[in-house]
């Protein structure tokens, strides 16, 4: 009898160990994105009035759903205390993310200004240097890590391997797990994941915005860099209006 009882205990212990280690790989994660309005916008005039109609700070939440290792990014709501002009709305909610890590081929529509781009283009590489540095996001074990965009951005994640898809918020990705939060100083921009979803799951979202016509990263890049050489006057190239144009293409093609 006392063996049977010893039996019955290691078979649930070890039973619920190996509940605890499954991996997710389909599931629905809300996160919340924090940006410092205030932060990013320049001191000429249109900046001062833009910011009589905005807060100093924005908060949106997005969902991250993901299955077959395909995923899609897209806008849910405000926070309550959000406020901003109709243009600076419609850049988060009508932009989307689709991801296909088997092609490792991306997706996006972005609006911006009132003009959509559609951009397909291979997922974007990160050379990641992982640490030691760990925190707890959402109830996950995370790992940190650091990378560089744009040639001089940083990029500071959070991601977790119990989570198995190597995505993340935006076009953000390419570590091996799902990144849980992200920080970029220079667009004073940080994501956190708040919850984890994985039932009743509708994969029937996760699939690329259908356009005529797809554009190369490098094209929409090229193409807004042209549109904004006219932003400052002639002679007014200062630091931080060069700072302002790079935040506006680096988010852009975030």
């Known amino acids: 009898m006392k063996t049977l009882i010893t039996f019955v205990i290691a078979f649930f212990a070890l039973a619920n160990s190996s509940f605890a280690q499954q991996f997710i790989d389909k599931a629905a994660i809300e996160y919340e994105m924090k940006s410092n309005i205030k932060k990013t916008m320049g ?6 009035a833009m910011m009589k109609n905005s807060s100093n700070f924005k908060t949106g939440y997005f969902n991250y759903t993901f299955a077959n ?14 406020k901003l002009p109709e243009f600076m709305r419609k850049t988060d909610e009508e932009s989307v993310w689709f991801m296909d890590f088997d092609s490792h081929k991306i997706n996006m529509q972005k609006n911006v200004f009132g003009s959509v781009f559609n951009i397909e283009d291979s997922l974007p590489k990160l050379e990641w240097r992982i640490t030691t540095e760990s925190r707890n996001i959402a109830g996950f074990n995370c790992r940190k890590a ?20 190597p995505g993340g918020p935006c076009s953000i990705s390419g570590l091996p797990g799902m990144i849980m939060g992200v920080t970029i100083p220079r667009l004073y921009t940080s994501w956190i994941a708040t919850r984890v979803n994985v039932n009743g799951i509708n994969t029937d979202i996760i699939k690329p915005s259908i356009a005529k016509k797809y554009l190369s990263n490098a094209f929409v890049k090229t193409t807004v860099e042209e549109r904004t050489k006219d932003w400052f006057d002639e002679g007014d190239e200062s630091d931080e209006n060069k700072q302002q144009k790079n935040r506006f293409i680096w988010t852009l093609l975030l």
Request: charged content about 30%; cysteine-free; proline content about 0%.
């Open 43 to 48: 001191n000429s005039s249109w900046d001062e």
């Open 69 to 82: 290792n395909k995923s899609i990014y897209k806008f849910d709501r405000w926070s309550a205390d959000t």
């Open 146 to 165: 650091v990378a560089k965009m744009f040639d001089s951005v940083y990029v500071f994640a959070f991601y977790t391997d119990e989570i198995l898809i």
